[in-house]
Structures are given as structure tokens and as C-alpha cells.
């Protein structure tokens, strides 16, 4: 029933869709499915920022979008000491909470190659919950501490709040790395060795996408399992949540500080300059992924090969070291000479 405004009713035919309503049309207009379903987010956002989460879940009920929250205490079977097997204390001033059940703060330490028999599972679990309650809790700040900027801009500042770099060297500013539970030795030196490959000067802003090397992916799960641990022992209070962790992750991205995710950042240089991007070459042996970025600028070739232990990840030290290049090029790029008026009014070059 909605009408363009300015339309004549003229143009509009009377129709019946049964015997109490009638409507007024000029057609069938087509809308995407996903216009449609950016139009739902929306209002639920709007119901989110002004009148809260039972607000916006009484939409989504309304919707038909049945969503029951109620809190099931988390039970699990945990016969051992916590003590025994962390420094409880330590962690707890760390991250500043004080923990009703410590063995949360166990299991969310405890990586897939630590089980013992009394430790039923890893921080998997736990991480999977942190995860999700971070990345809402970042995206609420985000959107709340900058209410001009565009969704665009939003989206790339939690993109580089929220990432295993991010994570990775928040864990390592605090030293949460020699608490993580394993028995690897293959993963034992995954971590020494890429903490002594860590540039000091990185710990001054644990936000972007800064680090040189490859951290494992252990690491920045940590921060999230150790969120989903305080969350599940808080009795699912966010804002407790958000109160412990943000210091570990201070200083939060602004948009003065940001900067693109080197692949997105690539590909909009290679845009703006008319550059050339080659698709990436990928090849996977024993676990370890390595990715060639090629970039044709001005008929000069960029080409970088790095290896990690996902694609993803060697994709955007590849193209990190490829941007590196073309940006070393462009500064030393001779400026066009200029032009100068002679005497008799003619233009020469400028003479050195």
C-alpha cells in the first residue's frame, strides 16, 4: 500500500485482496531479498539502541524470529583443584574479576592438547561463546562512541578491533601466554618463538594488523575463551565482560589510528592507481599455507610469496609485503619536472 510521493492517484488502480481490504497499485515492484534483510537488521538495530536488548528480542519474537534467553547454569564435571594447575590469583588481577568458579578460568586455559581425565574438554567451547559476545560488545562500543561516521568506516574499525592480531598481542602485552595448558612441543615453539620474533614497538597498540609474523591462532583464541569464561561465571553480564577485557585491549582503534586490512587495502591502491592485481597463487603441503601476491604497477612487477598456517593468513602477509614495495616505490617516484617561463616568454625546463 505505499505510495510514491508525488504520484498521481490517477495512475493507480484499485485492487482487492479480500473482502475487507482493499489496496490502491501501479504494479509489482521488485525488491531484493537482501534489501529486505537490511531492512530487518536496521529495525532491529533500532530497537537495540533505543530501547535495549528485551526491546529488540520482543521484535524479533514479533517477527517470528522466536529467541528464548533464559540463563541455564553452565554444569560440567571438574573433580580437580584449579589451583593445581594455574595461578588463579595471578589471572584473576589480570584481568581484574575475581572468579566464583575457577575451574571456568582452567578449561579456558586449557588447549585440545592438555587432558588430563579430569578435565572433560578444551577452551573450545568457551571460545565459541567469547567470540560472539566480543564482537557484539566491540561492534556496540564502536557504534556508540562514534555516532557520525559512516557504516563503511564502522565496519573497518571493528575489523581492526577484532581480529587474531588484535587478540594475539594483547595476550602477549600481559604475558597470558605462558598461562595457556598444553603438551605440545610443536606448539611450545610455535609461541616461543614468534614472542621473540615480535617487534617491541608493536605493544604500544595491540589494535590493526601490524605484526610482521605469523602469531598462532592459539593465542588470540585465549582472549576469547577467557571472555566466554568470565561471561558464563558473571551470570551472563556483558557489561562485566567488556569492563575486564577492554584493558587488555587498550588502546581501541579510532578512526584517526585505523588502518585497512592489508588485502582490502591492496586491492583499493590496485583500484585507485589502475594497478594490475594477479590472482593469488595458493598451495597448501603438511599443514602449511603459501600464497604468491602479484601486482603489476606501471609495468613494473611486486611479487611476495609467505607462508602460514592458514590461507588467509599468508595471504595478507603476501600482500603486507607487496604493498610495502609498491609504497617504498611510489615515495621515491621522480615528481614530473615543471615547467618555467623564460624570458622571451617561451616555457623551458627547469635547469638544476
Known amino acids: ?46 530497537f537495540l539502541s533505543c530501547g535495549g536488548e528485551v526491546a529488540a528480542l520482543s521484535f524479533m519474537n514479533w517477527l517470528g524470529i522466536e529467541v528464548d534467553f533464559l540463563n541455564v547454569p553452565y554444569k560440567r564435571s571438574f573433580p580437580a583443584n584449579p589451583a593445581e594447575l594455574l595461578n588463579i590469583s595471578y589471572l584473576e588481577s589480570i584481568l581484574k574479576y575475581s572468579f566464583s568458579d575457577a575451574s571456568l578460568l582452567v578449561e579456558a586455559s586449557a588447549h585440545g592438547s592438555f587432558m588430563l581425565p579430569q578435565i572433560s574438554q578444551c577452551y573450545q567451547r568457551l571460545e565459541f561463546l567469547g567470540d560472539s559476545v566480543l564482537d557484539y560488545l566491540i561492534t556496540m562500543h564502536l557504534y556508540d562512541e562514534y555516532p557520525e561516521i559512516s557504516p563503511g568506516l564502522l565496519t573497518d574499525l571493528r575489523s581492526a578491533s577484532v581480529n587474531n592480531d588484535c587478540y594475539s598481542l594483547s595476550v602477549v602485552k600481559v604475558g597470558l ?45 585465549v582472549i576469547e575463551s577467557l571472555a566466554g569464561a568470565i561471561l558464563v561465571d558473571s551470570g551472563y553480564r556483558k ?114
Not at 537482501?34 to 538495530?45: H, N, P, R, S, T
Not at 604500544?204 to 601490524?210: K, P, R, S, V
Not at 603489476?296 to 592458514?310: F, M
Request: with cysteine; aromatic share 4%.
Open 177 to 221: 601466554h605462558k598461562h595457556i595448558l598444553h603438551a605440545s612441543r610443536k606448539l611450545h615453539r610455535q609461541i616461543v618463538s614468534s614472542v621473540q620474533d615480535l617487534d617491541p614497538s608493536l605493544m604500544g597498540a595491540t589494535f590493526g594488523w601490524e605484526s610482521g609474523n605469523s602469531l598462532p591462532k592459539v593465542l588470540g583464541d
Open 1 to 46: 500500500m505505499w505510495i510514491i510521493p508525488g504520484d498521481q492517484i490517477e495512475d493507480f488502480r484499485e485492487i482487492q485482496l479480500s473482502t475487507a481490504t482493499k489496496l490502491l497499485t501501479r504494479g509489482i515492484r521488485k525488491i531484493k531479498s537482501k534489501v529486505v534483510a537490511d531492512v530487518v537488521e536496521a529495525l532491529i538495530g533500532v
Open 239 to 352: 557489561d562485566i565482560v567488556f569492563r575486564s577485557i577492554r584493558p587488555l585491549l587498550d588502546p581501541l582503534v579510532s578512526p584517526e589510528t585505523l588502518k585497512l586490512q592489508p588485502v582490502r587495502e591492496l586491492h583499493q591502491l590496485c583500484q585507485k592507481e589502475n594497478y594490475v592485481l594477479k590472482k593469488p597463487v595458493v598451495s597448501c603441503d603438511y599443514g602449511v599455507a603459501a600464497v604468491t601476491v602479484e601486482v603489476e604497477a606501471s609495468g613494473v612487477i611486486y611479487k611476495e610469496s609467505c607462508t602460514a598456517p592458514n590461507k588467509a593468513e599468508a595471504k595478507k602477509l603476501a600482500s603486507k609485503a607487496v604493498l610495502k614495495s609498491l609504497k617504498e616505490s611510489m615515495s621515491t617516484k621522480p615528481h614530473p619536472t615543471p615547467f618555467l617561463s623564460s624570458p622571451n616568454g617561451k616555457k623551458r625546463k627547469e635547469e638544476k
